[in-house]
């Protein structure tokens, strides 16, 4: 690895570190706002209780990515904090966390999908309570089985001296190159795919059939949602390809990496609903006593009310 290749990598990771940490309050707020209104339209919707869940795992990823894989590379804890006794933790952590923040992802879009495709089936038959309960906790206990096979072989830490990077490498090196390339695949071809044909569905629909005050703003929120999932779980999966193909200690570049990627990812969410969407914008801006209550419109977003 080169020294420019380093220095880039580094200065990139520390960059990604400073926004995260800077827009973790805002997606801590966002949950925050979107709990304190769910009895109120239009919050009080499934899509919205999946939104709370999702930012939630967005939350936990964030701050889970950076004390266990950041922190290190910063100085932050002494090499002795790190014992082999726990090394699957923070890699099974990751993948748990990871996985239940794509579920969220495609719930959402499933969610989407059947209200702009099949409005009446979606508000009166599919969408209850207790379906959408459910779906949260095939959310949050799924990615148990994605992480359940890091526990069946011994992981070691490995400490990259130039980068100060910690890497948690199996012990078995075939296992560690097909776990890691498996889970490329279901990042970058099979979530990406889902996900894409949702959203690629419900955009047709909107600029086809769906009748909406402002349909330019629901295209371009669906559209941007649409591209920067596509961008990152493509991303994700070829920087998990290349750190499976590569050898663990020159592995960190990848992984740094993707961890910025899921930097992106984790902030998306709240991001793009805040920044195209006027009546949470106007919820989260009130919560912060920009300006007092009069009511929360959603004429001109009727979808928001499935």
């Not at 002494?78 to 579920?103: C, R, T």
């Not at 996900?195 to 047709?204: K, R, T």
């Not at 920044?275 to 009130?286: G, S, V």
Request: hydrophobic share 55%; charged share 10%.
């Amino acid at each position: 690895m080169t020294n420019v290749v380093l220095d880039v990598a580094i200065t990139i990771e520390y960059i990604s570190t400073v926004i995260s940490l800077v827009c973790l309050p805002v997606n801590v707020l966002f949950v925050y706002i979107l709990c304190v209104e769910r009895n109120r339209p239009p919050y009080n919707t499934p899509f919205f209780r999946l939104c709370i869940h999702l930012s939630i795992a967005d939350i936990l990823m964030e701050v889970f990515s950076t004390l266990f894989f950041k922190f290190p590379s910063f100085g932050v804890f002494p090499d002795n904090f790190y014992k082999e006794n726990w090394s699957v933790v923070p890699i099974a952590g990751m993948q748990y966390l990871a996985h239940a923040q794509a579920f969220g992802i495609i719930f959402i879009a499933v969610n989407r999908f059947t209200a702009v495709h099949y409005p009446i089936k979606h508000r009166q038959q599919w969408w209850t309570p207790t379906v959408t309960k459910w779906l949260l906790v095939i959310q949050w206990v799924t990615p148990v089985l994605f992480m359940a096979p890091l526990f069946f072989t011994d992981f070691k830490f490995l400490f990259d001296r130039s980068s100060g990077s910690v890497i948690f490498a199996a012990s078995d090196a075939r296992f560690h190159k097909s776990y890691f390339f498996a889970m490329a695949i279901v990042n970058g071809v099979f979530i990406n795919s889902i996900v894409l044909l949702l959203y690629g569905a419900i955009f047709v629909r909107v600029h086809t059939h769906v009748v909406v005050r402002k349909p330019g703003e629901l295209a371009l929120r669906l559209a941007l949602s649409a591209f920067i999932i596509f961008i990152c779980y493509l991303a994700l999966g070829i920087f998990s390809l290349l750190s499976a193909l590569t050898p663990p200690p020159d592995a960190w570049v990848y992984r740094t990496m993707w961890f910025v990627v899921n930097d992106v990812l984790c902030n998306s969410s709240a991001m793009v609903l805040l920044a195209l969407n006027r009546p949470i914008r106007k919820a989260f801006t009130r919560h912060l006593g920009i300006f007092s209550y009069h009511g929360v419109s959603t004429k001109n977003n009727s979808l928001l009310q499935v």
